[in-house]
């Protein structure tokens, strides 16, 4: 029988028990570690409210730009990290030419989005090569990134890439520095409009409207020939080949797309943060960005808006509270951290696993 | 023409590329009247450091898991053995050999319960192994600060609980095997012992692999199908392969903590299987394909580039050069061999 053949299977009670509960288990786990911790952190309600808020603005973008490479099949993107390059150099050049405001994060907006474009089309000629393996290769996709990276902004800026203000290169005449001041674009998007329903709480409306305008686009994208197109991509790429769909140039477009919201989101990211970390801000991108779709709920193959918001609120819940947590339980706070630590990377392993072992479960 | 391309084939675009820029950087040192044997003596070294850990790739390679990126699980389990030799304060022989006691089982156990996770999902091996070693390098972390560890060299000198994140080797197993038979020999230092235990290790994994199990590892490896037809359990041999990883990389561990005079505890092994992944690759191994000879090719080269860019560089450019190529050139080989059209799927 041809494998490709698509038989409707008729799923027994219990099978359709254990699907619910493989769904669902990670996010019900976070949502007790979340609770327990809360208690134990003795923080303020008001306190943790508002520092969710801040996150789920900050974060939820750079989320939610993994969604598109996960329908097209491609797996978890870890190579969002070329992406929040993009948008580092964006808000480098801007920050050289002096550019503030609202302004200045708009023009890093245009100037990265090229560059995201670039980065993207390179990375899905990547990973097209590396059909079967993209998650893992990705990654390293992303450490080399780095190095090259490394070797632009210490090696060539003040020499062969001249550069306008002087107080962005370090003292050798080479390499920028190690911490760059946003204090030009800091927040410009987040104070254009912030409700303050009560003493301790702000709310950056605007920004959270940004990604309310993200979901939806992508819903009404995903509904175009194109998004349809890489749904049955990422369902089974042998019968999009048949079908006429040209499945790698497919997989380029949605990296491409991935890549430049990443680049759009670690804009949002630094603005909000208001520090540049030349070297270190970009790096753990792709790790927290996963860690948070996974721990929402989503899987390699299927991923929602919903599940990414979740996700991002339960993940950096977990941060908020669990160092005060690991003082009060255990006298340390820094055991707090590294459980943090543990188990962004373990949410990972976890649920690439259960995954796979439900995959093979349907064979 | 032909000619020439068959001989790039053979040799590997990897090892030619590499052997190429090293070339060109010897030559560049010469030129700098850089001393030669000092460059000569850590190259010899770091071979030996860094040689069994690039050896751990070759059981899981040959079981079919493909590269073990989770070999920070067996630097966990050497750093534990470790650090329990120092605790009772063994010095010399007995202490590496109580280090490696107390290791080997450790990583055993440890490598049959990632093994049998593993099974559970063939076809994501790479991308779970990494993920599974740094949940377990960070889990660790909080151990490094609970365990019950009393001897003032282990534990921080201030406050007095948790152990330090670098614990120095100098009264304990520091420079056992380097020393052992070391000889000068025109102004090159030859740390005999520590070369002879690599060639130890590689003769033994030969040797395994000449075995009736090992062949029967390796037909498991190459052809699952084939091999399940044949009568193999293929799940039981690709746990024996990961369990052999997983204690090499314990072993490795500690010979490279001897040599460097340090443990390093906490985040330092969070990505310690990248430089054994690259060297294996680059030694003209593929996520299928593995020879002791791709070990040994592969970590002279790579180490010997390491440690010829380092004063290079530094004379030519300043900052932080050959910490930035290092990063390029490890991570640049994981993916060619990653992109190369090798057949099947493995990640």
Known sequence: MDQNVKVVEVKTKRQITVDYMYRFIVPVVFVVLCGIGYNLSGLQSTFVLNEVIIRLARNSFLVISLIIPVIAGMGLNFGIVLGAMAGQIALIFVTDNSFGGLGGVLIAFLVSTPLAIIFGYLVGQVLNRAKGKEMITSMILGYFANGVYQLVFLMLAGTIIPFKTEKLILSTGMGVRNSIDLIAVRQSLDNIWKIRPMQGLAIPMVTIIVIGFLCLALTFFLRTKLGQEMRTVGQNMHIAEVSGINVDKTRIIAIIISTVLAAWGQIIFLQNIGTLNTYGSHEQVGLFAVASLLIGGASVTKATYGQALLGTFLFHMLFIISPMAGQNLMGDSQIGEFFRVFVAYGVIGLALLLHAWQRKGKK | ?347
């Open chain 2, 1 to 347: 023409m032909d000619g020439f391309k068959n001989f790039i084939e053979k040799v590997g675009y990897p090892r030619l590329i590499i052997g190429g820029f090293l070339l060109v950087l010897c030559i560049s040192a010469a030129m700098l009247s850089i001393p030669i044997p000092g460059l000569i003596s850590d190259i010899l070294i770091r071979i030996g450091m860094n040689g069994i850990l690039v050896l751990a790739m070759v059981p899981a390679i040959q079981a079919g898991v493909g590269l073990n990126f989770a070999l920070p699980l067996g630097v966990v389990c050497g750093l534990i053995g470790a650090l329990i030799s120092i605790e009772y304060k063994l010095a010399g022989f007995t202490g590496l050999f109580v280090a490696f006691a107390v290791a080997i089982p450790i990583a055993a156990i440890v490598g049959y319960f990632y093994g049998q996770m593993l099974n559970k999902m063939k076809g994501q091996e790479m991308t779970v192994g990494t993920y599974v070693g740094f949940s377990v390098v960070s889990g660790m972390c909080i151990f490094w600060l609970l365990a019950p560890f009393k001897s003032p060299e282990l534990i921080w000198a201030v406050g007095g609980s948790g152990l330090r994140v670098t614990v120095s080797l100098e009264s304990s197993i520091d420079k056992v095997l380097n020393r052992f038979l070391s000889f000068r020999f025109a102004g090159i230092q030859v740390p005999t012992g520590l070369l002879l235990f690599f060639a130890l290790c590689c003769l033994i994994v030969w040797l395994f692999n000449k075995s009736k199990n090992g062949v029967i590892m390796n037909a498991a490896g190459s052809n699952e199908r084939f091999a399940s037809a044949t009568g193999i359990n293929v799940n039981r041999q690709r746990i024996l392969g990961v369990i052999l990883s997983t204690i090499l990389g314990a072993v490795g561990i500690i010979v490279f903590s001897q040599s460097f005079g340090f443990l390093q505890l906490y985040n330092a092994p969070l990505f310690s299987a990248m430089p054994a992944v690259a060297a294996v690759l680059i030694g003209g191994a593929s996520i299928r394909k593995v020879k002791i000879s791709h070990v040994v090719i592969g970590t002279f080269l790579f180490q010997a580039l390491l440690v010829v860019a380092l004063p290079v560089l530094n004379t030519l450019a300043d900052g932080s050069m050959s910490e930035v190529i290092r990063a390029i050139v490890q991570n640049g080989i994981i993916l060619y061999a990653l992109t190369r059209k090798t057949g099947g799927d493995l990640a």
